[in-house]
């Protein structure tokens, strides 16, 4: 990498120069100026020669006038052509005489038509005198008074000196060295005129004379006519672009470096005659010269710009000439070159960037403002800091930013404009104009940064493309109040957005109904078409199946549940673990959206019926709707009734149709109300299910147009309370009492009573028949915890899953059922209910979504596969039943299936084997087992004593005579009495019994008034009553004395002691 290039003849390479300049502007060198001289190549004389001819005729030789021919005879001070040593010259042929370029330009400039030769196709070439020489016009004729112009390598300057000759009538003869070297020493031996260029040593030492031909013509030398002299070109000095960075001093002293030509020709003559090299050389001439280099040094302290003094010693930048040592140095980043004027003169100094401004390069002439958006708080620094998040600053050169105004920030860092500040994510600006005023967000809303009402209201970006203020799907904002943000439920009923928009055409506030003859069809609002119509044949379809189910409920009470009264327990598990479902999609907890589905398609079951299109038939509000959905309960049950009162009627008795059995009509409106308890307790809390907006309101959950504590909440609330104490609360409390009270009437013979609530023991075992209150609390506990923790998610949760574990142990402990299948299918059920009821399988921020989503469908898959498989063992029960089979194996999932025979002898020698042992060695051996052993013993005694009798009720084990009152067998022989009296038949249907031949069934008796007691039993069907001698009897109006008069303890007593 060169740094200084002198003795550069720039323009002879102008071009090529100008090029360099364009395409490097960054890198190309620069261009000092002339060195002290010029550079020319021009003919020349010998001073020997011109001395000659001065002193013969007084003529110098040195300008072009002293050689024209017709005056002059120049030729006689130079060798003839002939006389030089022609093995040292170059032919014509190998010359520039030969250049058809060169020589029609001359023959056009001068005519000379007799200096070229022109051959056939027009090729112009120079005439070639004697074989190596070309003769001018001046001395053609007469060559012996042409002089030789001598010159090197094809012809240089040729075309030059063959004008001149024809213009001026110059005798001139032309040769061309054969080589360097004969170029070199041919003048030396003869006295030629020259080719030769200056400063050059060639031909130093002939000391030639430049001859002067007219003043150079630019014009006429660019159209190629060279008769004037050539131009001088400035001999120049080169140093790299980069000097003035690196070494100031260096281009100062080039700056003034200049040395004349007689000073370089003096060094050259000294190389010549010493044969040193070059450093000796210009050692030599600058210790004898030195009055001529001193001025080219810049004087002490003297420093540029982009440089500062420095102090070698202190090792620091000088801010003055004090220090002895000084030198010059490029100012570093973060300081810039300042001018300091003294008594010495012009200097530079390093001086800090003030705050406010920076330079990263060194060797700077001045600092940068920090731009807008930036700011710098310390002098001297390399660059400035960015404004941080929530400042700006508009103005350059600034040490501080602005902040933005309360609660706004900016989104990037460097911000240059106030306009740059929005509210920050989660606020919104609620100003208009350019003004700022941040309010928080709220439930509801997407508030990205720089969110406002305006772009809240057109949905436009407040930024960038993903920087739209929005709702949030789920909720809903009037165009009016977009502030006022309503949660929808469900919440796909409101799909965000901007506000005032609804899914599918919905309407309200929240989206919560259908314009007037639409209804919702789970996508959109549509047309109603023929939906009044299809509700109208539903209504009646409800009635109809309502009272036909007197004939299918009240079937004969067996210990055994047949396959078709496995059915009906089945049936009624799958309507209350689907109002189940249905209750925890009421919650307020987020779901995964394949449960959410699932249970808004089962919302039917909690009376939710605007998916049914059930406003094309009622109307469209929401009071309307739950009115007539309180109402359908209510409705059902008189309808019952009123089958009931038409069956007494004379006009059906005398089509042959039974008069219904009040005690049945009873029970057939306790089992309807038992299935749909649930339901019912759901329906009347709703009103109280208030959720809150994110606004401040609330809602009714499943009528969230009714603002709870507003306009329309107080009907509602008026009709959910009253349906909550008559047919929930009121219902529960009776069916406790009757519960409490069963073993009593049964004792008593109050038939119609028992009768009238078969329904809260016929589907359980006789141990167990009180398990429908714990049924009832779990349907009841499931809608309290819904309107306790509507808006606490939480609350909700644990109060279910409390219900749910409750509910589970009892049953899992007890298994009530009669069916054993029953039992295990209501486990799983609870337990998958469980499941999702946990917490864990709601969405939140702590569980992948796609997990919770799977999850969910597995235990979906759980309760359908337990209810599918349920179906499918009572139709198979059905089946092998009508096909004279063994169905109980399979309802009793193949438990109690062993041949009755077997179990018979065993039982009978287990009693022989009992009587023989000692009393005492029996007592020591029973108190020694565990006590679920015990149990067992207990639980064998229970069923011995209550049910195993022989047909003249006799008693088995007269041995085994508890005291009285012990109540270890006193429930099961209550049971058993109350079975009896749930065999007596009302005229019901059971679809098998009339293929059950082995099996005795009860006759209906023939109506008669009243109907407060059943009638008399057949014969071989009555319950035996028992006399106070503990005989049985079969007059069914006969009571026991003790029975009738004493407490049910008291009547166990007897019928133990009967039974024993």
């Known amino acids: ?70 005056r002059q005879n120049p030729g006689a001070y130079f060798a003839h052509p002939l006389d030089l040593d022609l093995s040292k010259l170059l032919p014509c042929a190998d010359t520039a005489l030969m250049s058809n370029e060169l020589m029609s330009g001359y023959l056009n400039l001068t005519g000379d038509s007799a200096g070229v030769v022109v051959d056939n196709v027009g090729l112009v070439t120079g005439k070639c005198f004697d074989g190596f020489f070309w003769y001018g016009p001046a001395c053609r004729d007469n060559p012996s008074t042409c002089l030789t112009w001598f010159t090197g390598g094809t012809g240089w300057g040729m075309g030059e000196i063959l004008l001149k000759a ?14 360097w070297g004969n170029y070199v020493n041919l003048p030396a031996e003869s006295n030629v005129m020259l080719y030769w260029w200056v400063p050059d040593s060639t031909f130093l030492r002939l000391q030639p004379r430049r001859i002067t031909f007219p003043e150079h013509d630019l014009d006429a030398w660019a159209q190629g006519d060279r008769r004037s002299a050539a131009k001088d070109l400035s001999v120049d000095k080169h140093v790299s672009r980069d000097l003035s960075d690196l070494a100031p001093e260096v281009e100062e002293f080039m700056n003034r470096f200049h040395v004349s030509l007689k ?22 001439w600058i210790l004898s010269n030195e009055d001529r280099w001193t001025a080219w040094i810049p004087e002490k302290g003297k420093c540029f710009s982009q440089f500062g003094m420095y102090s070698e010693n202190d090792k620091n930048f000088l801010q003055s000439r004090q220090a002895i040592s000084i030198t010059c140095r490029a100012c570093p980043s973060g300081s810039y070159s300042a001018q300091l004027e003294d008594s010495q003169g012009i200097t530079h100094v390093c001086q800090e960037c003030p705050s406010g401004s920076f330079q990263v390069s060194g060797a700077s ?140 055409g919905l309407q309200g506030e929240p989206c919560a109904f259908c314009p007037d003859g639409k209804s919702w069809t789970g996508n959109e609002c549509t047309d109603c078409g023929a939906a009044a119509l299809g509700w109208a044949v539903a209504v009646v379809a409800g009635l109809a199946g309502s009272g036909g189910a007197y004939f299918f409920v009240n079937a004969p009470v067996t210990a055994q549940a047949r396959p078709f009264k496995t059915g009906q327990m089945a049936v009624g598990l799958a309507v209350n673990a689907l109002q189940s479902l249905a209750l925890l999609g009421l919650m307020s907890a987020k779901w995964p959206a394949t449960f959410e589905q699932t249970s808004s398609s089962l919302q039917i079951f909690v009376l939710d019926m605007d998916s049914l299109s059930l406003s094309c038939f009622v109307g469209g509000t929401s009071s309307i709707s739950y009115v007539a959905t309180a109402f359908v309960c209510p409705v059902l049950l008189s309808w019952v009734g009123l089958c009931y009162a038409l069956s007494q009627l004379s006009c059906f008795r005398k089509c042959k149709s039974q008069p219904w059995k009040w005690p049945f009509a009873l029970n057939t409106m306790g089992l309807g109300l038992q299935l749909g308890f649930g339901t019912i307790a759901a329906v009347s809390l709703k009103p109280m299910m208030c959720y809150k907006h994110p606004n401040g309101r609330y809602s009714v959950l499943s009528y969230p147009t009714i603002f709870c504590g507003e306009d329309g909440h107080g009907l509602l609330l008026a009709f959910g309370i009253g349906l909550l104490t008559l047919f929930v609360l009121g219902f529960l409390v009776v069916c406790s009492y009757a519960v409490w009270n069963l073993p009593r009437w049964s004792v008593e013979g109050k038939h119609g009573k028992v009768q009238s609530f078969r329904f809260c023991t016929s589907n359980f075992r006789l141990d167990s028949y009180g398990f429908i209150i714990p049924l009832l609390c779990r349907g009841l506990g499931f809608a309290v915890s819904i309107v306790v923790g509507t808006n606490l998610p939480p609350v909700q949760t644990g109060l279910v899953s409390i219900v749910l574990v409750a509910y589970t142990v009892v049953q899992a402990s007890l298994r009530p059922w009669k069916a054993p299948a029953i039992n295990l299918a209501d486990t799983v059920l609870s337990a998958s209910l ?108 229970n069923v011995i004593g209550a049910d195993f009798q022989d047909e003249n009720r006799t008693a088995l084990a007269p041995a085994l ?99 024993f």
């Open 365 to 504: 002439v001045s600092c940068d403002l920090c731009p807008a958006g930036s700011y710098q708080n310390e002098t001297g620094s390399l660059g400035c800091n960015r404004c941080p998040a929530g400042q700006y600053q508009n103005e350059e050169g600034q040490h501080g930013c602005k902040q933005c105004p309360a609660g706004a920030t900016t989104l990037l860092l460097g911000s240059n404009s106030i306009s740059d500040c929005g509210c920050k994510a989660g606020s919104i600006n609620i100003a208009s104009g350019e003004a700022l005023e941040c309010i928080p967000c709220g439930d509801g809303l997407d508030c990205p940064f720089s969110s406002s009402i305006q772009t809240l209201q057109t949905g436009l970006p407040s930024s960038g493309e993903q920087l739209v203020t929005r709702i949030q799907s789920g909720y809903f904002a009037t165009i009016s109040d977009p502030l006022k943000v309503f949660r929808c439920r469900p919440s796909t009923w409101c799909i965000g957005g901007t506000p005032g928009t609804c899914a599918g």
């Open 166 to 179: 024809a213009v001026y009538n110059i005798p001139l003869a032309t040769a061309v060295a054969s080589s």
């Open 834 to 941: 469980l499941i999702l009821a946990s917490r864990s399988l709601q969405e939140d921020g702590d569980m992948e979504a796609k997990l919770g989503e799977h999850f969910t469908v597995i235990i979906l898959m759980l309760l359908l596969a337990c209810l599918a498989s349920l179906a499918v063992l009572c139709i198979v029960g059905v089946i092998v039943q009508l096909v004279g089979g063994n169905w109980n194996r399979i309802l009793a999932l193949g438990s109690g299936s062993q041949d009755p025979a077997k179990i018979s002898e065993a039982l009978k020698q287990c009693a022989h084997a009992l009587l023989e042992i000692e009393n005492a060695y029996l007592r020591e051996k029973i108190a020694s087992i565990n006590s679920y052993d015990v149990i067992a013993i207990l639980n064998f005694i």
């Open 263 to 284: 000073a370089v020709n003096e060094m050259m003559l000294n190389q010549m005659d010493t044969n040193d090299d070059d450093f000796d050389v210009a050692c030599r």
């Open 1 to 70: 990498y060169v740094h200084i290039n002198v003795d550069v003849w720039t323009e002879g390479y102008a071009e090529a120069w100008a090029q360099v300049q364009a395409d490097y502007p960054n890198k190309a060198p620069k261009n000092l100026g002339n060195m002290g001289y010029s550079g020319a190549s021009a003919a020349y004389v010998p001073l020997a020669v011109q001395e000659k001819a001065y002193d013969v005729e007084s003529i110098n030789l040195d300008f072009y006038r002293d050689y024209n021919g017709s």
């Open 961 to 1059: 005579n508890f005291s009285q009152g012990s109540g270890i067998v006193g429930s099961r022989v209550r049971m058993v009495t109350i079975n009896a009296r749930l065999s007596t038949s009302a005229g019901a249907v059971d679809p098998s019994s009339s293929i059950a031949a082995q099996e005795p069934q009860p006759q209906p008796e023939p109506p008669t008034p009243g109907n407060d007691d059943l009638p008399a039993l057949s014969e071989a069907q009555e319950p035996p009553k028992h006399n106070n001698q503990g005989i049985a009897s079969n007059d069914p109006t006969a009571e026991s004395p003790d029975v009738a008069q004493g407490d049910p303890g008291d009547a166990k007593s007897k019928i133990v002691s009967t039974v």
